[in-house]
């Protein structure tokens, strides 16, 4: 998981791509945890802060062009 700083550092379409990937892994993580084969349990709640966190500022630079 990247730091605060550094997904802000990142362009809108990067932050796209990022937040694709990362929503594409938390489909799979429930899907493992729903046959019982998802071990690491804290991924699930990491991999929904990230999203959170992209999101964020994806909105935060769309409010700063308009």
Known sequence: MKKAN??????VDQLEKELSRLQ???FELRNKKAIKQLTTTHELKQNRRAIAQIKTVITEKNKKSQ
């Open 24 to 26: 594409k892994e938390s």
């Open 6 to 11: 550094e997904i802000r550092n990142l362009e």
